[in-house]
């Protein structure tokens, strides 16, 4: 594909980041020395090769030049600290491992190190950017050594590359249980996203996209960066987020595409400097989420001047694309479904039984489709318990479907809760609270209550200005939810425990629990 591109956009311009621009020739020439680099390391089709670091130019060069040996990319979560890096690098027996020295202070092969120091990936550690410790080759060093192997050499293994290889490994979020490790194709991917979800994005050549979500997570890897390789559009690399850095950018290298989790729309249109700054060139914007509210999508619409917005679904097993809206759908619709499933994807929803339930019932999400992954990495046990034997992919996730072939998804099949034997979806508890201009985010949970089986709690991070107590947020409940979902306890917070791809941690909310019982 970056070859391909390179071919055909030439020395346009691929990539921004901060102060570095790189053609897609430029991108493709970077590829293929780092595909030299990791021969010359010894590095051979099917091995594992870690990334950890921060949305950057040279992490786009190095996971292209990862896959171009055959080897298959293991980014890692740049939240993570020493042990949780150190339990990927050993599920998957990486044999290398890319990385950075210095960002937000962080030396992160030392924090590895010091959480395991027989990882085989130390033998081989390249630091993108910062000095190197303890043995660590740098990047100018490590290209260095690619120049002992011919180019035609990664040319062959890239012919060699078949759509079903695996390209990469993709690791869950973790928020209920150990992370797992999603094997991924390179087929899947680029058909998934460069035909299927760019038929409602519409990306093209020329257009330039704000790459905020994380690399190491689908959203801002397939759905990003290599999207906007493949179509001839500039990403525009964001770090570390910021409201007010993003309304900047977005005016000056004018963007015409966004896409992020409700929140960081949120922040964007509520920022102080809103009013300042230019979006004329803004013309589209997918927002992901359980629930978007209808007023965020039609502020988006409004303030942004978009043509039109998006809602989608995707889990990562599934290569994290099932449904995604479409270039008509009004304001309701972005907000109150999450898009029409994909072509070549079946879905069922079925109940506790695996019985088919009727249109607009809930019930568990299953996916069949050229788009379900591989297999869980190295757990064959694991995978058997999501994929049953007819390839149907059991998501977890609670949703219901319509005529149109529109799926809602409204909840977590673990994050329910049972109040007087009646099912609660926290989801729709969270979006009747944030409804509410007094709340600017909210989070529900259930809690073991010896009378009522389980109740519900609700954390509210309260909006700028409003002052709601715990009976106004409870009375705002009632008015619109029956009795059994109404939450008894209620907790102020001054912001929620996400991971990087603005996902609740509410195993971190349940954690507080034990010594917070509301108020």
């Not at 979902?485 to 996902?503: Q, S």
């Amino acid at each position: 594909m970056a070859l391909e591109s390179a071919e055909t956009f030439g020395d346009e311009l691929a990539v921004i980041d901060g102060a570095t621009r790189l053609s897609f020739r430029e991108v493709a020439e970077q590829m293929v020395a780092v595909a030299r680099s990791l021969i010359a390391l010894g590095v051979e089709p099917g091995d594992r090769v870690a990334l950890w670091a921060p949305n950057s130019a040279p992490w786009m060069c190095a996971a292209l030049g990862v896959m171009a040996t055959g080897a298959w990319l293991v980014p890692l979560n740049t939240r993570f600290k020493g042990p949780e890096a150190a339990y990927i690098l050993a599920k998957t027996q990486a044999r290398t491992l890319i990385c950075v020295n210095g960002f937000l202070g962080v030396d992160h092969a030392a924090m590895v190190r010091e959480a395991d120091p027989t990882l085989p990936a130390l033998d081989q550690v390249v630091v993108l950017q910062g000095p190197p410790t303890d043995g660590a080759t740098t990047f100018a060093d490590f290209l260095e050594l690619g120049r002992s192997v011919d180019e035609s050499i990664v040319l062959d293994r890239i012919d060699a590359i078949g759509p079903d290889d695996v390209s990469d490994i993709i690791f869950t979020s973790g928020t209920t249980g150990h992370p797992k490790g999603v094997m991924l194709r390179h087929g899947a991917s680029l058909h998934a996203f460069c035909d299927l979800y760019n038929e409602g994005y519409q990306l093209g050549r020329g257009d330039r996209l704000l790459v905020v979500a994380p690399f190491f997570h689908c959203f801002g890897y397939k759905a990003g960066w290599m999207l906007a390789l493949a179509v001839g559009a500039t990403s525009v690399l964001v770090t570390v987020f910021d409201p007010a850095d993003a309304l900047k950018t977005i005016e000056e290298q004018r963007i015409t595409h966004l896409a992020g989790a409700p929140t960081m729309f949120a922040a964007l249109l509520d920022h102080p400097t809103r009013a300042q700054r230019d979006f004329s060139s803004v013309r589209v914007a997918i927002a992901s989420a359980a629930y978007v509210p209808v007023e965020l999508v039609e502020r988006m619409c409004a303030d942004f001047g978009l043509d039109w917005a998006l809602s989608g679904y995707g889990l990562t097993e599934a290569h994290a694309l099932v449904s995604r809206g479409r270039a008509d759908d009004p304001a309701e619709i972005v907000a109150n479904w999450s898009g029409e499933v994909i072509r070549g994807c079946e879905v069922r929803i079925v109940d506790d039984d695996g019985n088919d339930v009727a249109l607009g019932e809930r019930g568990e999400l299953l996916v069949r489709g050229f788009q379900v992954m591989h297999g869980y990495y190295d757990d064959p046990e694991a995978t058997a318990v999501v994929i049953d034997a007819d390839g149907w992919l059991h998501t977890g996730d609670i949703a219901f479907a319509n005529a149109e072939n529109y799926i809602k998804v409204c909840d977590r099949k673990k994050d329910m809760f049972i109040v007087n034997g009646f099912n609660v979806a926290p989801a729709e508890v969270e979006a009747v609270l944030a409804e509410w201009d007094a709340v600017a985010m909210a989070a529900v949970i259930g809690i073991p209550d010896a009378t009522h089986g389980d109740v519900g709690v609700a954390f509210i991070v309260p909006a700028p200005g409003a002052h709601p107590t715990a009976d106004d947020v409870i009375a705002h409940a009632r008015e619109r939810l029956a009795t059994y979902k109404v939450p008894r306890h209620v907790i102020f917070v001054d912001e929620l425990p996400m991971n990087a791809t603005g996902k609740v941690l509410k195993a971190q909310l349940q954690e507080r629990l034990t010594g917070d019982t509301g108020r």
